[in-house]
């Protein structure tokens, strides 16, 4: 699943986007049918008769109209346009200092950009801070941040549940400023990237499911709730895999507000990664096939010196096919595994060797960082 070209980012001013795929089902960009509700305008009052009858709404709906109408007016000014070339996403505002968080997949392999904040046509000069490809994060800098920058303020991922409001802000499509509405449809996710362009095809855990349209173009932008806050950051769109890649509506995901602080301090700080918080077993591996040529495990290819696995006894050919109680069919099958546990959990491995299966206690270590900076 994911709205990307990658994930969101649109090559050309309105191109369609390349697809991004789920681990398990497929997710993709594409245009979804979901209303875009208009970032400015002005409404008949709340509750004023003129109100009640042209729309034919109850005051509930009035109520919920002007908390829309409110979100967007709090978190609009902080999403912003990103053009890398001839390709474009979407940002948030992150300080006053001129940081702006974004996917990695949305700046690629690019080092410089033009920025254009919500509700101005001037096109402001960027470059790179840092990017962080295994979470999907990158952040950029303004290079004459104008005054009046309105940094986003974000939201406690531990209290995100489902059933909650929420709407997507970015430029889908080209279309700056844009608004879609749905609800929280699932946390917890695990979704696996394609590979691209700034993109190793990363797993990411603890995202946020909406129905809220995430079209190319989106990637980078805001999933707000309705106390103003951003929730995630807009990723990924689902595609339908039985209809050549075709959108499916309402299946979009976005990296959780937790992960994007996380990430995007350290970046900013330090200008890297040190704190991956993301589990791993200090190996390196393939997908392992048997006599009928079907998926059977992930064969360890490398032993990092050191590591857990070699800490725990685990060498070159042995084949893993369980972390736990879930079954390990292939290396994408891995990488999901570790994508929901945490760096010093103690896991059982279970595996053959020679033909023979055995298990052994490994205590995770932490994901080295792989990433970029100018």
């Given at each position: 699943m994911g709205p990307r070209p990658p994930g969101g980012r649109l090559p050309g001013a309105v191109a369609v986007a390349l697809a991004a795929v789920l681990a398990l089902a497929g997710c993709s960009s594409g245009t979804s049918s979901s209303s875009t509700v208009a970032a400015t305008g002005s409404s008949p009052a709340a509750g004023s008769?003129?109100?009640?009858?042209?729309?034919?709404?109850?005051?509930?709906?009035?109520?919920?109209?002007?908390?829309?109408?409110?979100?967007i007016a709090n978190v609009l000014p902080s999403v912003v346009q990103i053009t890398t070339g001839d390709s474009l996403g979407s940002g948030i505002v992150y300080d006053d200092k001129g940081d702006i968080v974004t996917n990695a997949h949305v700046v690629g392999t690019a080092t410089t950009f033009t920025v254009t904040l919500a509700n101005s046509t001037t096109a402001l000069d960027a470059g790179l801070v840092a990017s962080y490809p295994d979470t999907d994060l990158a952040v950029?800098?303004?290079?004459?941040?104008?005054?009046?920058?309105?940094?986003a303020s974000f939201g406690d991922s531990g209290k995100v549940q489902i059933g909650q409001i929420t709407l997507a802000m970015g430029s889908p499509l080209g279309l700056s400023s844009s608004v879609t509405q749905g609800i929280v449809s699932a946390i917890g996710r695990t979704v696996s990237e394609p590979q691209g362009p700034g993109s190793p095809g990363a797993t990411i855990s603890n995202m946020v499911q909406t129905s809220a349209a995430i079209n190319p173009g989106n990637s980078g932008g805001a999933l707000a709730d309705l106390d103003s806050k951003v929730i995630g950051i807009n990723t990924l769109a689902a595609t339908e895999p039985q209809t050549n890649g075709a959108a499916a509506p309402g299946i979009g995901f976005a990296i959780p507000a937790s992960t994007i602080t996380?990430?995007?301090?350290?970046?900013?700080?330090?200008?890297?990664?040190?704190?991956?918080?993301r589990a791993a077993l200090g190996i390196t591996a393939r997908t392992s096939f048997n006599q009928q040529f079907q998926p059977s495990g992930a064969v360890i290819v490398e032993v990092t010196p050191g590591g857990a696995a070699a800490s725990a006894g685990l060498q070159a050919g042995d084949v893993i096919t369980k972390i736990g109680d879930t079954q390990v069919d292939s290396l994408n099958a891995l990488t999901t595994a570790l994508a929901s546990l945490s760096p010093g959990t103690k896991v059982t491995v279970t595996y053959t060797r020679n033909g023979a299966t055995k298990t052994a206690d490994v205590t995770l270590g932490e994901l080295a960082a792989a990433q970029t900076s100018p």
């Open positions: 008769p003129q109100a009640a009858s042209s729309s034919g709404q109850s005051n509930g709906g009035i109520q919920l109209q002007d908390a829309y109408q409110a979100v950029i800098r303004l290079n004459n941040p104008p005054s009046g920058l309105k940094p996380n990430i995007a301090d350290q970046l900013i700080k330090q200008g890297k990664v040190t704190n991956s918080g």
